[in-house]
């Protein structure tokens, strides 16, 4: 897990962008599966839009993990 965690802060925008294509690629796959047909243009427009929630999620856990890390790296200085 840590090695995990070491890759992600070295490759944070690689690491979001391989989110945000595996969102899109996962929300095209699961409205294709669906009983109701749609165009292959409004399962584009619906994954994107599902991406970027997911995106969007992602950039503020990692601000907030960026945050927290700052914080306790600054606190441990000072100790």
Do not use: C
């Not at 165009?39 to 929630?53: E, G, N, Y």
């Amino acid at each position: 897990m840590e090695a995990l965690q070491s890759w992600v802060s070295e490759h944070k925008l690689t690491s979001i962008g391989t989110i945000w294509a595996t969102a899109v690629g996962a929300s095209m796959v699961y409205t294709g599966s669906k009983r109701a047909p749609f165009k292959p243009s409004l399962r584009l427009i619906h994954a994107r839009m599902h991406a970027q929630a997911l995106t969007l999620v992602v950039l503020s856990g990692a601000a907030l993990y960026h945050h927290y890390e700052k914080s306790t790296t600054d606190d441990n200085r000072q100790n």
